[in-house]
């Protein structure tokens, strides 16, 4: 398995256990409030919790912070930006044709933070995390304040890139149906635990 957790739990996030091979995607829904980003931000290693996740044949504990957060990126629902320019919060310069498919101008690279609108910085967030070339992506919803067009063409990018370089995602979305050609598992999540679901 790429990616496997094991009695997964926090003190906002009721237990759950998964495992996902190279190129699956998991579906997580549940009602507001039930600690679906809260468990995202356990699997990146941002918040205090119990059980296990491996990343192949690592444990998270027994590797360093930094480098698991390379490796099992974080794209929460608010970006955090801490710069003035575009540019100064990238790794790497994203491919063009990935600009393209995100309708993005390849001026906004070195744009002030402060003059992009919630959807570019949305998008931006995106190339952001694919830039580190992560085995796994934690999504919150990633597409939730864009239109149509975006939504679609952000969920393609983000499935391609599961599927090209054999990683997996965890996306929480209440849209399911953006995903559910090419999503593998979902997880429901309750105040009592996760239930996982087979195929779809």
């Keep these: 398995m790429l990616f496997e957790v094991k009695g ?6 009721p237990p759950v256990s998964f495992a996902l091979a190279e190129a699956e995607v ?8 039930v600690g679906k980003s809260q468990m995202l931000r356990a699997l990146a290693d941002l918040s205090p919790h119990e059980g296990e996740v491996w990343l192949i044949d690592a444990e998270q504990q027994a590797m360093p912070a930094t480098e698991w957060r390379q490796q099992v990126v974080l794209v929460p629902a608010e970006s955090g930006w801490w710069a003035d320019t575009v540019a100064a919060h990238f790794a790497a310069r994203p491919p063009a044709s990935w600009w393209e498919r ?4 390849a001026a906004l690279w070195d744009a002030p933070v402060e003059r992009l609108s919630s959807g570019e910085r949305q998008r931006l967030a995106v190339l952001r ?4 070339e992560p ?3 934690l999504l919150d919803e990633p597409t939730a304040n864009l239109d149509q ?20 995602a965890v996306w929480v979305s209440h849209n399911p149906d953006e995903i559910a050609a090419r999503g593998h598992k979902r997880l429901e999540m309750t105040a009592e635990g996760g239930w996982l679901h087979g195929s779809v």
Excluded: C, F, I, K
């Design 102 to 105: 995100l309708r993005l101008p």
């Design 149 to 168: 067009g975006n939504a679609r063409a952000m969920a393609d990018l983000l499935l391609d890139y599961v599927d090209e370089h054999a990683a997996a």
């Design 26 to 33: 998991l579906t997580v829904r549940g009602e507001s409030g």
């Design 8 to 13: 997964l739990q926090g003190p906002n996030v």
């Design 135 to 137: 085995r796994v992506l």
């Design 129 to 132: 995390a694919l830039v580190l």
